[in-house]
Nanobody
Framework: QVQLVESGGGLVQAGGSLRLSCAAS????????MGWYRQAPGKQRELVAG???????SYADSVKGRFTISRDNSENTVYLQMNSLEPEDTAVYYC???????????????WGQGTQVTVSS
């Protein structure tokens, strides 16, 4: 099994910054993709940013220019640097990894438990 543990959430004023971290552990052969999703109350979970194993990144339009995703492949860790935070960024942020447990495994999707980000106006 693959476990994802997130950290770095919290309460911040509008215009502030937070850095989220997500570390993957367990039986891991390779991680092809790691990303961050978020879910605000009453809304569907949405992709915030993702990064493939070749370090190509994608972002939701709402966070482009403010958020930066990065990976440390040697540590199976993904980060999300969030700057110029807005009240609309308030949500539970979830880490996702698309990983193989062995060389003959098929790719599966794994989720962290979520970390709360609250931006006050």
């Amino acid at each position: 099994q693959v476990q994802l543990v997130e950290s770095g959430g919290g309460l911040v004023q509008a215009g502030g910054s937070l850095r989220l971290s997500c570390a993957a552990s367990g039986s891991i052969f390779s991680i092809n993709y790691m990303g961050w999703y978020r879910q605000a109350p009453g809304k569907q979970r949405e992709l915030v940013a993702g990064m493939a194993s070749d370090d190509s990144a994608s972002y939701a339009d709402s966070v482009k220019g403010r958020f930066t995703i990065s990976r440390d492949n040697s540590e199976n860790t993904v980060y999300l640097q969030m700057n110029s935070l807005e009240p609309e960024d308030t949500a539970v942020y979830y880490c996702n990894a698309q990983a193989l447990r062995t060389s003959y495994d098929y790719q599966q999707s794994y989720w962290g438990q979520g970390t709360q980000v609250t931006v006050s106006s």
